[in-house]
């Protein structure tokens, strides 16, 4: 008996890598695309990556909003995209934050990054393969789990870009990127 065909995909932090970050983001009219987002996921999805957003969303834990206006919020995201011929397979979704989740919901901060949590629920849905897959985050802490994983990280500069991350990077030999679209065309450069 054969097994099942693995799938390689393309995991995607959301706030500062798809989008302008400009602090809890939650309406449509909130969201702006980063350069280059929309054309790097029309490349993954033409390459056979499945597209996955995994994201921290602790302003729902903090109160500033609920997860059914970041799954709306989504919904936009993904209607705006399809406008474009590109799409992303899935959203992952962690709405917890240690310092405001009360002990009941403590263990669902397996899903909060730099945990693995919502990568290993979407290499379970999906079949991934990690050894083929890629991340992109504008935090170590996206990154982090990645590497964990055995997946190809790629850091994109953001305001958050720190002394701190910079020697991370620096023992990881990892290189910086200004957007997703400089990300995807280095790797079309070496694989197309």
Known sequence: ???????????LDRDGTINIDTDFVHKPEEWDFCD?????????????????VVTNQSGVARGHFELNDV?????HVDDLLSKSGAR?????ICPYHPEFTDDEKQHRLTDRKPETGMFDKAIRRFNID???????GDKVTDLEPAIELGMTPFYIKSRFHSEEAERWL????????????????QLGREND
Request: proline fraction near 3%; charged fraction near 20%.
């Open 36 to 52: 280059g987002a929309v054309e790097s996921i029309k490349w993954m999805n033409k390459r056979g990556f499945k597209v996955i």
């Open 1 to 11: 008996m054969s097994s099942p065909t693995t799938n390689k995909a393309f995991f």
């Open 170 to 185: 620096q023992d990881h030999d990892l290189s910086i990127f200004d957007n997703l679209g400089n990300v995807t065309k």
């Open 71 to 75: 799954m709306h919020l989504h919904h």
């Open 130 to 136: 990690p050894a083929q897959s890629f991340m992109a």
């Open 88 to 92: 992303i397979d899935d959203w992952y």
